[in-house]
């Protein structure tokens, strides 16, 4: 009974915490975008999934470090205290938002390895140099022009006409573009997106998908040349691209109508050396703050223990 | 007179008047804008004896607002509802073609734009030598 308590309890604190901190991540999306636009893509794409994700961190993290020892140290085994149902009816909610979250998420993965095995039945593998580490190209009939598919081992699938529209400087700028998406794993951060789906929060994931294609873009390229290629690539694959919506869990070059792209080739044409970033100093930085941080929850550690179990108790009845 | 306040952030009457609204008559601009503020487009709170209005949304939101309402009332003209929405599908198409046209422009003279510098620097680098 005492471990079942301290389930319930556990479990309600997580959800009131993920709820909540969802609601204000979904109303702050606006500050948090304007936030992600001041530095690069890539440091704008890190910062705007971190931020989605940053609920579920924080209640985990919460529950795992406060919750659970507060009532595991704090609560008296054989006490008999009476117990309402406000647990039990939040972490009902918790499970069936999970089992939501899976049944998205597997969904997804099914609708995707079905699109994938309909594009790859009549492919066949060729390589480009450099060869990358998951760069099996692989060449069928419909798919989209160019796009990395897959969570765990994804493929770079190339349309048989890309081939020929784009010359071949082009191509490898479009493949790289592809092959940083597979390196990011940005497939399997769609995935994660898909588990833990909360209203109010898709202007964050439309934000950070954008980023991301953007991210993928400036790593693709080295010198204005290389971006005028890309940017060369995402317009002729434009125009072979009907207005569909994206395949699940799919990244493409090009999966969108022209307005869309628009803004792409503007920031290509617009290239410029970017800034070395001063890594010494940010990871400094970085360290700093763990440190103080980790200090001061260890300096009040036992004090927040008893806050939080009294915030339990208030839970409990 | 919205472009005003979201260009200022908000204004009185006074104020608009002041900044490039001197040929309207002080009660034509209060009129408009207690409109607007009826309209649910702009909030007002008193100062002193006069009100600072400010726009309740933002320009984005306006346009897009519009834009619904224009499609919804494209979309309710015809009894088939397919009708206007293939159109719409077509008009969006064409303008894509254009706007793929203009950008497939521009990225061809940036690219002769670097080809011509490589070829002055190149040029140069020769004439050196």
Partial sequence: MFFLRGFLVSCSMAVIMYVGLSAIIGAASSMALRVAARGSAKSGADFLF???LSPLLFAMLVTVAFVVPSFLLLEPQHAIEPFGFGPLLLSIAGFLGVAWGLGNGVGALRRADRQIRAWTITASSFEIQPRGAFLLVSRAADVPPLAAAGILKPKILVARETESVLNERELRCALRHEREHVRRHDNLRKLLLRLIPFPGTGTLEQA????SEMAADDAAVSNASEAVDLAAALVK???????QPPAELTTALVHSPASAVNSRVERLLAWKEPARPRWSHRF???????AVVLTAVASVYPQTLFFVHSATEWLVR | MLEALWARGSATVRELLESGYEKLAYTTLMTTLDRLFKKGLLTRSEEGRAFRYRPRVSREELHREEARHSFRQLLDSSPTSNLPLSFLVE?????DVKLLDDLGKLVERKRR???????RR???QEGGE
């Fill in chain 1, 50 to 52: 971190l931020m989605r």
């Fill in chain 1, 208 to 211: 950070w998908r954008e980023a």
């Fill in chain 1, 237 to 243: 694959l434009s125009r072979s691209v009907s207005l």
């Fill in chain 1, 284 to 290: 400094l930085l970085s360290c700093s703050i763990t």
């Fill in chain 2, 91 to 95: 008009i969006v198409g064409e303008q």
């Fill in chain 2, 113 to 119: 734009d670097l080809n011509e510098n490589r070829a």
């Fill in chain 2, 122 to 124: 190149n040029g140069r």
